[in-house]
């Protein structure tokens, strides 16, 4: 097949459109933190499920390494604004399908580490629990709102006796003292929440956009959610994205959001507030087809990147 990216000067690069590497985070500097998560809870059933996510989607931008200084349109300009690159990627958390809660450990240490550096950090999962130890890292730093964006609600309190699993997210943040605020865009069609988890979320006080409120109502609805000058934890499960243009997920299900409906939404948010930790999960390549997913969260993972780079060089 024909390398189109190596007539542009695309070279074969390890980390994340070929940023520089870290390979000791306690050397971070500020700026935004590139972390490759493969898995947090593995079950006996499916194992470490997504543990290839974090890799598949650097592939996809391989072609695109020598065009981290090109204009990009979605965000006017270049991803790092000012033409200096403010971004390391910290590799693969090492995981271990059989001790879920020694992952989880590694995590929380890790985001906490970037935490400590001053950085922003940008996760690459990995199985859709990643979230509870990346929202642990933030305790004692201040009161945060939490966004996600996905097709579920993820509010069982736990699924096979696995209370820290893949349908537990969000009510693991709500029992988190420096979670305020919960946002969730995007729900739709059929999943594990019963009617009683429904009720618990809205008993806390969870604000709900759902898939169709998006398509009916658009993006300003969440929008209007989001306290100015709010510290905002994204949380982005890759099935919140309609299955045309992400099939590579566990259950694939229509009428989800469109690219530019997700983009708005965190233009909108970095816009209102500061983007405290982005993270994408539930990326199955296996699933995936030609590629289409894999390049689609590499992409939304750009935009996010791009906004970050841009809050942090306005301050």
Same mark, same amino acid.
């Given at each position: 097949m024909a390398d189109f990216g $190596? =007539?542009? +000067?695309a070279e074969r690069v390890e980390t994340f459109l070929g940023i520089p590497a870290c390979e000791d985070m306690g050397t971070i500097s500020g700026g935004i933190a590139v972390l490759g998560v493969p898995c947090a809870t593995a079950y006996p059933a499916v194992g470490a499920y997504c543990a290839v996510g974090p890799q598949a989607i650097r592939? $996809?931008?391989? =072609?695109? #390494? $020598? !065009? %981290? *200084? #090109? =204009? !990009?349109?979605? %965000? +006017?300009? /270049? @991803?790092? /604004?000012? +033409? *200096?690159?403010?971004a390391v990627d910290c590799g693969d958390l090492p995981y271990d399908a059989a001790d879920s809660a020694g992952n989880r450990a590694r995590i929380s240490d890790a985001v906490g580490t970037i935490l400590d550096r001053g950085a922003v950090p940008v996760v690459i999962g990995g199985d859709d629990s990643v979230p509870i130890p990346l929202f642990e890292a933030f305790a004692g730093r201040g009161k945060f709102t939490v966004l996600q964006i996905d097709a579920h609600i993820d509010w069982r309190d736990e699924v096979d006796g696995e209370r820290m699993g893949l349908s537990s997210t969000m009510r693991r943040a709500s029992e988190m003292d420096h979670i305020g605020r919960i946002i969730q865009v995007g729900q739709r069609g059929l999943g594990s929440a019963r009617p009683e988890d429904w009720q618990a979320a809205v008993a806390y006080g969870v604000e709900f956009v759902s898939g169709q409120g998006v398509h009916l109502g658009g993006i300003g609805r969440v929008l209007d959610l989001i306290e100015p000058g709010a510290d905002v934890l994204v949380a982005f499960d890759c099935d919140a994205l309609d299955p $045309? @243009? =992400?099939?590579g997920v566990i259950g694939r299900t229509p009428g989800g959001l469109e690219y530019w409906q997700l983009v708005g939404l965190l233009q909108g948010v970095a816009a209102k507030a500061r983007i405290a930790a982005f993270d994408v999960v539930e990326f199955m390549p296996e699933r995936d087809i030609d590629g289409i997913g894999a390049l689609t969260a590499a992409q939304v993972l750009v935009n996010a990147i791009g906004l970050i780079a841009r809050q942090q060089g306005s301050r």
């Amino acid at each position: 097949m024909a390398d189109f990216g $190596a =007539m542009f +000067g695309a070279e074969r690069v390890e980390t994340f459109l070929g940023i520089p590497a870290c390979e000791d985070m306690g050397t971070i500097s500020g700026g935004i933190a590139v972390l490759g998560v493969p898995c947090a809870t593995a079950y006996p059933a499916v194992g470490a499920y997504c543990a290839v996510g974090p890799q598949a989607i650097r592939d $996809a931008v391989q =072609m695109y #390494s $020598a !065009n %981290l *200084h #090109s =204009m !990009n349109f979605d %965000l +006017g300009g /270049p @991803i790092f /604004p000012d +033409g *200096h690159v403010t971004a390391v990627d910290c590799g693969d958390l090492p995981y271990d399908a059989a001790d879920s809660a020694g992952n989880r450990a590694r995590i929380s240490d890790a985001v906490g580490t970037i935490l400590d550096r001053g950085a922003v950090p940008v996760v690459i999962g990995g199985d859709d629990s990643v979230p509870i130890p990346l929202f642990e890292a933030f305790a004692g730093r201040g009161k945060f709102t939490v966004l996600q964006i996905d097709a579920h609600i993820d509010w069982r309190d736990e699924v096979d006796g696995e209370r820290m699993g893949l349908s537990s997210t969000m009510r693991r943040a709500s029992e988190m003292d420096h979670i305020g605020r919960i946002i969730q865009v995007g729900q739709r069609g059929l999943g594990s929440a019963r009617p009683e988890d429904w009720q618990a979320a809205v008993a806390y006080g969870v604000e709900f956009v759902s898939g169709q409120g998006v398509h009916l109502g658009g993006i300003g609805r969440v929008l209007d959610l989001i306290e100015p000058g709010a510290d905002v934890l994204v949380a982005f499960d890759c099935d919140a994205l309609d299955p $045309a @243009i =992400m099939p590579g997920v566990i259950g694939r299900t229509p009428g989800g959001l469109e690219y530019w409906q997700l983009v708005g939404l965190l233009q909108g948010v970095a816009a209102k507030a500061r983007i405290a930790a982005f993270d994408v999960v539930e990326f199955m390549p296996e699933r995936d087809i030609d590629g289409i997913g894999a390049l689609t969260a590499a992409q939304v993972l750009v935009n996010a990147i791009g906004l970050i780079a841009r809050q942090q060089g306005s301050r």
